[in-house]
Protein backbone atom coordinates (compact mmCIF):
# COMPACT_ATOMS: atom_id res chain seq x y z
CA UNK A 1 0.00 0.00 0.00
CA UNK A 2 1.45 3.55 -1.01
CA UNK A 3 1.36 6.42 1.28
CA UNK A 4 1.44 9.87 0.71
CA UNK A 5 5.01 11.69 1.81
CA UNK A 6 5.55 15.05 2.57
CA UNK A 7 8.52 17.17 0.76
CA UNK A 8 9.87 20.13 2.01
CA UNK A 9 11.20 22.42 -0.72
CA UNK A 10 13.31 25.09 0.43
CA UNK A 11 14.42 27.95 -1.70
CA UNK A 12 17.28 29.22 -0.14
CA UNK A 13 17.44 32.96 -2.41
CA UNK A 14 13.98 32.98 -2.74
CA UNK A 15 14.09 32.04 -6.60
CA UNK A 16 13.04 28.59 -8.28
CA UNK A 17 16.42 28.96 -10.53
CA UNK A 18 18.69 28.73 -7.43
CA UNK A 19 20.02 26.46 -4.64
CA UNK A 20 16.93 24.59 -3.62
CA UNK A 21 17.39 21.99 -0.23
CA UNK A 22 14.33 19.42 -0.27
CA UNK A 23 13.91 17.80 2.60
CA UNK A 24 11.28 14.41 2.83
CA UNK A 25 9.42 13.93 5.97
CA UNK A 26 10.62 10.92 8.77
CA UNK A 27 14.04 11.13 6.47
CA UNK A 28 17.43 12.00 8.24
CA UNK A 29 18.88 13.13 4.75
CA UNK A 30 19.25 16.55 2.76
CA UNK A 31 18.76 17.09 -1.05
CA UNK A 32 20.22 19.64 -3.11
CA UNK A 33 19.74 21.13 -5.95
CA UNK A 34 22.29 23.37 -7.23
CA UNK A 35 22.95 25.05 -10.61
CA UNK A 36 26.69 24.63 -11.74
CA UNK A 37 26.74 28.76 -11.63
CA UNK A 38 26.62 28.71 -7.89
CA UNK A 39 28.80 25.52 -6.47
CA UNK A 40 32.31 27.28 -6.60
CA UNK A 41 30.57 30.18 -3.65
CA UNK A 42 28.20 27.60 -2.06
CA UNK A 43 29.22 27.36 1.53
CA UNK A 44 26.73 25.09 2.58
CA UNK A 45 27.55 22.39 4.95
CA UNK A 46 25.47 19.73 3.22
CA UNK A 47 27.34 20.43 0.54
CA UNK A 48 30.55 18.90 2.03
CA UNK A 49 29.66 15.90 3.41
CA UNK A 50 29.92 12.32 1.70
CA UNK A 51 26.69 11.78 -0.86
CA UNK A 52 25.73 10.48 -4.33
CA UNK A 53 25.03 12.94 -6.81
CA UNK A 54 23.57 13.59 -10.33
CA UNK A 55 24.67 15.85 -12.70
CA UNK A 56 21.98 16.81 -15.13
CA UNK A 57 22.71 17.82 -19.04
CA UNK A 58 20.67 19.19 -21.62
CA UNK A 59 21.47 19.13 -24.98
CA UNK A 60 20.32 22.81 -26.54
CA UNK A 61 19.38 21.55 -29.89
CA UNK A 62 17.92 18.65 -29.01
CA UNK A 63 15.89 18.95 -25.91
CA UNK A 64 17.46 15.36 -25.13
CA UNK A 65 18.98 14.92 -21.43
CA UNK A 66 21.43 12.60 -19.72
CA UNK A 67 22.77 12.01 -16.55
CA UNK A 68 26.14 11.73 -14.82
CA UNK A 69 25.64 9.74 -11.51
CA UNK A 70 28.70 10.07 -9.37
CA UNK A 71 29.43 9.74 -5.30
CA UNK A 72 32.24 11.84 -3.57
CA UNK A 73 33.41 11.85 0.59
CA UNK A 74 33.06 15.91 -0.28
CA UNK A 75 30.57 16.43 -2.80
CA UNK A 76 31.08 19.87 -3.16
CA UNK A 77 34.59 19.40 -3.99
CA UNK A 78 33.91 16.90 -6.53
CA UNK A 79 31.70 18.84 -8.46
CA UNK A 80 34.25 21.68 -8.62
CA UNK A 81 36.83 18.76 -9.98
CA UNK A 82 34.22 18.12 -12.65
CA UNK A 83 34.03 22.23 -13.74
CA UNK A 84 37.70 22.06 -14.00
CA UNK A 85 37.79 18.49 -16.14
CA UNK A 86 35.56 20.39 -18.37
CA UNK A 87 37.62 23.79 -18.86
CA UNK A 88 40.68 21.65 -19.01
CA UNK A 89 38.99 19.14 -21.92
CA UNK A 90 39.23 16.25 -19.90
CA UNK A 91 35.49 15.74 -19.60
CA UNK A 92 33.07 16.90 -22.87
CA UNK A 93 29.86 17.19 -21.29
CA UNK A 94 28.63 20.00 -20.05
CA UNK A 95 26.10 19.83 -17.14
CA UNK A 96 23.58 22.99 -15.73
CA UNK A 97 22.83 21.76 -12.65
CA UNK A 98 23.35 19.03 -10.01
CA UNK A 99 20.99 17.87 -7.47
CA UNK A 100 23.09 16.20 -4.58
CA UNK A 101 21.35 13.77 -1.75
CA UNK A 102 23.70 13.94 1.78
CA UNK A 103 22.84 12.83 5.35
CA UNK A 104 24.84 12.00 8.60
CA UNK A 105 24.63 8.37 8.19
CA UNK A 106 26.51 8.14 4.52
CA UNK A 107 29.89 6.99 4.76
CA UNK A 108 32.54 6.56 1.45
CA UNK A 109 31.02 2.67 1.43
CA UNK A 110 27.53 3.61 1.40
CA UNK A 111 27.71 6.43 -0.97
CA UNK A 112 29.76 4.19 -3.26
CA UNK A 113 26.62 1.45 -2.75
CA UNK A 114 24.24 4.14 -3.80
CA UNK A 115 26.04 5.21 -7.03
CA UNK A 116 25.47 1.32 -8.39
CA UNK A 117 22.64 0.97 -7.62
CA UNK A 118 21.11 4.60 -8.84
CA UNK A 119 23.54 3.89 -11.90
CA UNK A 120 21.81 0.15 -12.25
CA UNK A 121 18.37 1.25 -12.14
CA UNK A 122 19.13 4.30 -14.54
CA UNK A 123 20.37 2.13 -16.75
CA UNK A 124 17.53 -0.60 -16.77
CA UNK A 125 14.95 2.93 -17.25
CA UNK A 126 16.75 4.55 -19.99
CA UNK A 127 14.83 7.80 -19.65
CA UNK A 128 18.18 9.83 -20.08
CA UNK A 129 21.70 8.85 -21.63
CA UNK A 130 24.10 7.43 -18.81
CA UNK A 131 27.68 9.28 -18.72
CA UNK A 132 28.75 7.59 -15.81
CA UNK A 133 30.95 5.15 -17.09
CA UNK A 134 31.42 2.52 -14.61
CA UNK A 135 31.25 2.38 -11.03
CA UNK A 136 33.13 0.66 -8.02
CA UNK A 137 31.67 -2.61 -7.92
CA UNK A 138 33.52 -4.79 -4.84
CA UNK A 139 31.32 -2.64 -2.66
CA UNK A 140 30.39 -5.06 1.00
CA UNK A 141 27.97 -3.91 3.19
CA UNK A 142 26.26 -5.70 5.67
CA UNK A 143 22.61 -6.84 5.42
CA UNK A 144 21.43 -4.07 7.61
CA UNK A 145 23.24 -1.36 5.39
CA UNK A 146 21.71 -2.60 2.30
CA UNK A 147 18.09 -2.73 3.93
CA UNK A 148 18.84 1.18 4.79
CA UNK A 149 20.46 2.35 1.55
CA UNK A 150 17.53 0.57 -0.47
CA UNK A 151 15.28 2.49 1.68
CA UNK A 152 17.35 5.44 1.04
CA UNK A 153 17.10 5.02 -2.81
CA UNK A 154 13.74 5.18 -2.38
CA UNK A 155 13.63 8.09 -0.68
CA UNK A 156 16.08 9.37 -3.73
CA UNK A 157 13.74 8.75 -6.13
CA UNK A 158 10.73 10.63 -4.57
CA UNK A 159 13.03 13.49 -3.82
CA UNK A 160 14.44 13.22 -7.88
CA UNK A 161 11.15 13.27 -9.53
CA UNK A 162 9.87 16.57 -7.06
CA UNK A 163 13.21 18.30 -8.30
CA UNK A 164 12.73 17.58 -12.05
CA UNK A 165 14.91 14.38 -12.58
CA UNK A 166 13.09 11.42 -13.62
CA UNK A 167 16.73 9.23 -14.42
CA UNK A 168 15.40 6.64 -11.96
CA UNK A 169 11.36 6.77 -12.33
CA UNK A 170 10.12 3.85 -14.62
CA UNK A 171 7.51 4.90 -17.35
CA UNK A 172 3.74 3.59 -16.02
CA UNK A 173 2.71 1.82 -18.57
CA UNK A 174 1.80 -1.48 -17.30
CA UNK A 175 -1.38 -2.58 -18.43
CA UNK A 176 -3.66 -2.96 -15.38
CA UNK A 177 -6.48 -5.30 -14.88
CA UNK A 178 -9.79 -3.46 -15.12
CA UNK A 179 -11.53 -2.48 -18.70
CA UNK A 180 -10.81 0.97 -18.41
CA UNK A 181 -7.06 -0.05 -19.16
CA UNK A 182 -7.76 -1.42 -21.99
CA UNK A 183 -10.19 1.45 -23.32
CA UNK A 184 -7.28 3.94 -22.87
CA UNK A 185 -5.06 1.67 -25.77
CA UNK A 186 -4.87 2.72 -29.27
CA UNK A 187 -3.52 0.56 -32.01
CA UNK A 188 -2.32 1.39 -35.15
CA UNK A 189 -1.93 -1.18 -38.71
CA UNK A 190 -1.48 0.31 -42.04
CA UNK A 191 1.17 -1.48 -44.23
CA UNK A 192 4.50 -1.99 -42.40
CA UNK A 193 3.30 -0.08 -39.72
CA UNK A 194 2.29 -1.93 -36.65
CA UNK A 195 2.39 -0.16 -33.32
CA UNK A 196 0.19 -0.03 -29.75
CA UNK A 197 0.24 2.94 -27.40
CA UNK A 198 -1.74 3.83 -24.35
CA UNK A 199 -2.12 7.08 -22.82
CA UNK A 200 -0.31 7.43 -19.41
CA UNK A 201 -0.02 10.46 -16.63
CA UNK A 202 2.86 11.51 -18.47
CA UNK A 203 1.35 11.70 -21.72
CA UNK A 204 1.24 9.47 -24.72
CA UNK A 205 3.47 6.36 -24.92
CA UNK A 206 3.85 4.61 -27.64
CA UNK A 207 4.75 0.75 -26.51
CA UNK A 208 7.78 -1.62 -26.95
CA UNK A 209 7.98 -3.64 -30.67
CA UNK A 210 6.20 -1.44 -32.44
CA UNK A 211 7.13 -1.42 -36.56
CA UNK A 212 7.77 1.35 -37.96
CA UNK A 213 8.63 1.86 -41.97
CA UNK A 214 11.85 1.93 -42.90
Known amino acids: MAYGKSVNLFLVNG???????????????????????????????????????????????TGEKSVYIGESDNVR???????????????KYY?????????????????????KRAFEIAKDVKRYEILTVQTFSNTVISEYDKAAMEEFLDN?????????????????????????DIDRRFYVS???VMAEGKITAEGFVVLKGAKLNE
Open 156 to 180: MKIVLGTLGCEALEPLDIQAGDDKN
Open 15 to 61: KADSLIVATLSNWNATALKIPRIEVSNCGRSELQQPGVYFLICTDQN
Open 190 to 192: VGN
Open 77 to 91: VRLLQHMQDYNSEKE
Open 95 to 115: WNSAICFTGPMLNKTLVRYLE
